[in-house]
């Protein structure tokens, strides 16, 4: 199947400082990826849906000048955490879809702000 | 209000019986349903994808079923092994045109050897 291959895996920040998370999809062209979060325990909350070439379209209540995306190419997305903040620790993960069918996600970051 | 359903506490089952997990939807009208594994700090792994028209799909062990009047979907696991543990997430996509999914809550699985 398709590779989507995300990094860092882990990260750990202090607090106010920025953090960017890469998402690349290895063997194929993604003209949308997924950004997810996750905290432990529970499901994937989608945060926003990003396309190549345009502006990322957020789900309701993500901070869009918080969490930037850029979708620069068909095979890069990132996603950056601005000034972050201890309660933005959490397990980001990233997918990309070929057609409507599968997801494939990256590994995850698992990012701990200090 | 929308919601997506999934046995939250743990199953445990012990190893070679069937797995059944349970997902269940409210004010949604998928036109696929899809299942993935998640394994702890790791992202999610496709495992089947079935259509608003099919009833059942198989993949080796694995058997989805799709019921779109009583709106669940029921994913068994047969012959369960200890490798089967994980958490199994299903995923609601409503088609041509929307890309995204909406993902259930999760039921981990323990099979016990």
């Known amino acids: 199947g398709a590779v989507v291959s995300q990094h860092p895996s882990r990260v750990i920040c202090k607090s106010g400082t920025s953090v960017k998370i890469e998402c690349r999809s290895l063997?194929?062209?993604?003209?949308?990826m997924f950004w997810y979060r996750q905290f432990p325990k529970q499901s994937l909350m989608l945060m926003a849906t990003?396309?190549?070439?345009?502006?990322?379209?957020?789900e309701q209540g993500v901070e869009k000048d918080k969490f930037l995306i850029n979708h620069a190419s068909l095979t890069l997305s990132t996603l950056t955490v601005t000034s972050a903040h201890p309660e933005d620790s959490s397990f980001y993960i990233c997918s990309a879809r070929t057609d409507n069918t599968e997801a494939f996600f990256g590994q995850g970051t698992r990012l701990t702000v200090v | 209000s929308q919601k997506i359903e999934q046995n939250s506490e743990a199953l445990n089952i012990q190893e070679g019986k069937t797995a059944t997990l349970t997902c269940n939807y409210t004010n949604y009208s998928p036109a696929y349903l899809q299942w993935y594994r998640q394994d702890p700090g790791r992202g999610p792994v496709f495992l089947l994808l079935?259509?608003?028209?099919?009833k059942e799909k198989r993949k080796e062990r694995l058997k989805v079923t799709f019921d779109t009047t009583l709106k669940q979907s029921l994913f068994h696991i047969t012959a369960s092994q200890p490798a089967d543990s994980a958490t199994y997430l299903c995923a609601l996509d409503m088609g041509t045109g929307f890309q995204k999914l909406v993902f259930g809550t999760g039921t981990r699985l323990l099979v016990s050897p």
């Open positions: 079935i259509r608003e028209n099919e």
């Open positions: 063997d194929f062209q993604a003209t949308t």
């Open positions: 990003s396309n190549e070439g345009s502006k990322a379209t957020y």
